[in-house]
């Protein structure tokens, strides 16, 4: 009866955490006996969100958050480390999820290692599947990262600059990383009823078109422009969508986070009041989750997204999606999931640089949608079999 500590998880409050953990612990769980506890920030929290994988959640003893602090229960040094200590011996691999936490931009990197370094310094096995890594600013940190990532037993990332960045500047071996994608790709949707029950409680009538903006309060922490200036910039595309498409506009708050810096959903109602004349349904709903975005964004004309994972909601459904980013992560992932045959300039666009450009919002409100539709379904098969031929390795991991 293998036992999996997935770990590299904040808080399922980011739907694209929840999306990356359920599509793996589901994964996981098929097989018989398999046993899944996720370290997190949020155990209760994320134990209601990842409900049907069969995952347990727990806090994490290896990464204390004070931001999440009253989201966990209160522990000593001492408990802390005999819980990390319990949960390492009685695991069979240690599982970091994808997404960029190693990367300068948060400074969390090597907290969140310390996982994998104690199991590897146990025997167990270690894995680390559709990372986004570096650009590291700290030689400490990619040092540290170096050191785990040399030891690790399989690991995988989720586009072509993170495989550069390992092999040619962290000087990895090139037979150590393995170029794949994000396990959220896999993400099964919600079924169309339950998608219409949302956006029927959004008021969106059946049957209507419409466009979606999946939008990010806590982008602007790691950019150069102010909470107002984006706001204003996000009003203007929206704008410029229902103009330009004439259809609704359907605002995605992808992160429903209890720190109000970062919770996309008083964006989104921000946005809205700006567009009294425009019909916008803005989808933050308690209980909206991964899957139910999943299905929504996949039923959209076209994707404008600030989250990275709302875009690969969308484009693992076949819809054309576009990121506005603050990090290489963005154009990496969309430049690797359209392919060379589409200009990463057309589907990622800097965050700063899109905010401060007033002609941008007409821009990507004209897109052909339809055009970049095509370029995604040539190439979403290939993307979605290398996010499937990790978990088999997972599975030989396991099996070992």
């Known amino acids: ?43 209760d929290l994320d134990a209601v969100a990842l409900a049907g994988t ?14 999440w602090a009253t989201m966990r229960p209160v522990e000593t ?149 102010s909470d107002a200036e984006h706001v204003d910039a996000l009003a203007r595309l929206a704008d410029a969508l229902w103009r330009i498409r004439q259809h609704a506009l359907v605002l995605v708050p992808h992160c429903h986070d209890s720190r109000d810096h970062n919770d996309d959903r008083i964006l989104a109602r921000q946005i809205a009041a700006r567009l009294p004349a425009v019909p916008v349904h803005v989808l933050d709903q308690d209980g909206t989750g991964a899957a139910d975005y999943k299905a929504i964004l996949g039923g959209a004309d076209l994707v404008i997204s600030e989250r990275l994972h709302a875009s690969i909601g969308a484009l693992s459904s076949g819809t054309p999606a576009v990121a506005i980013g603050h990090s290489p992560k963005f154009h990496g992932v969309l430049a690797d999931t359209y392919g060379p045959a589409v200009p990463a300039g057309t589907v990622h666009h800097d965050v700063a640089a899109f905010t401060k450009d007033q002609a941008a919002a007409e821009t990507l409100a004209r897109l052909d949608a339809d055009a970049l539709r095509e370029h995604l379904a040539d190439r979403l098969p290939a993307i979605t079999a290398m996010a499937d031929a990790d978990l088999r390795l997972v599975h030989d991991l396991l099996n070992a």
């Open 54 to 67: 069969g995952a347990v959640c727990v806090a994490d003893p290896f990464v204390v958050s004070r931001s």
């Open 77 to 225: 040094e001492h408990h802390l480390a005999e819980r990390a200590q319990r949960l390492i011996h009685d695991a069979d691999l240690v599982l970091a999820t994808g997404g960029d936490l190693h990367t300068a931009d948060y400074g969390v990197s090597t907290r969140y290692l310390l996982a994998l370094a104690a199991a590897q310094k146990h025997g167990v096995a270690t894995a680390m599947l559709g990372q986004s890594v570096g650009p590291f600013t700290d030689p400490a940190e990619a040092q540290a990262f170096s050191e785990v990532a040399a030891r690790l037993d399989l690991l995988t990332v989720r586009e072509t600059s993170s495989l550069h960045y390992l092999t040619e500047q962290l000087a990895l071996p090139e037979e150590k990383v393995a170029l794949s994608a994000d396990p959220a790709f896999l993400l099964h949707p919600a079924d169309h009823g339950r998608a219409r029950q949302v956006l029927t409680a959004a008021g969106l009538p059946d049957r209507q078109p419409y466009v979606c903006l999946a939008p990010s309060r806590g982008v602007t922490r790691y950019s150069a422009i």
């Open 1 to 43: 009866m293998p036992t999996v500590l997935i770990t590299g998880v904040t808080s399922c409050e980011s739907r694209g955490v929840e999306a990356l953990v359920r599509s793996l612990a589901t994964a996981l769980t098929t097989e018989p006996g398999t046993t899944v506890t996720v370290l997190t920030q949020t155990p």
